[in-house]
Nanobody
Framework: EVQLVESGGGLVQAGGSLRLSCAAS????????IGWFRQAPGKEREGVSRISSPDGSTYYADAVKGRFTISSDSAKNTVYLQMNSLKPEDTAVYYC?????????????????WGQGTQVTVSS
């Protein structure tokens, strides 16, 4: 059984930092890339970042480029999302997701497995 368990969300002031973790079990990073999505109230779920552990390649949405950093620890089967210089518009539920390595598109339609989500709230 595949499980993705997020942690690390919370309330932070604008300009602050949070680190999200996604602990994966039941899959390997050789077969799946891990991506982070977020969904704000009244908005569609959007892809934020993705990491491919076999070659270390990463992707960032324009809205977070330069502020967020994704990394992975294959020994722990865990992916991290370091979020710096947070803005109120980063407020959302953040989900980690497993996408097959062969599917280069980061989209809700390409996700095989989802985590339960963790709330990030950035106050102004």
């Amino acid at each position: 059984e595949v499980q993705l368990v997020e942690s690390g969300g919370g309330l932070v002031q604008a300009g602050g930092s949070l680190r999200l973790s996604c602990a994966a079990s039941g899959l390997t990073f050789d077969d799946y890339d891990i991506g982070w999505f977020r969904q704000a109230p009244g908005k569609e779920r959007e892809g934020v970042s993705r990491i491919s552990s076999p070659d270390g390649s990463t992707y960032y949405a324009d809205a977070v480029k330069g502020r967020f950093t994704i990394s992975s620890d294959s020994a722990k089967n865990t992916v991290y999302l370091q979020m710096n210089s947070l803005k109120p518009e980063d407020t959302a539920v953040y989900y980690c997701a497993a996408v097959p390595v062969w599917n280069v598109v980061l989209d809700t339609g390409t996700v095989d497995y989802w985590g339960q989500g963790t709330q990030v709230t950035v106050s102004s």
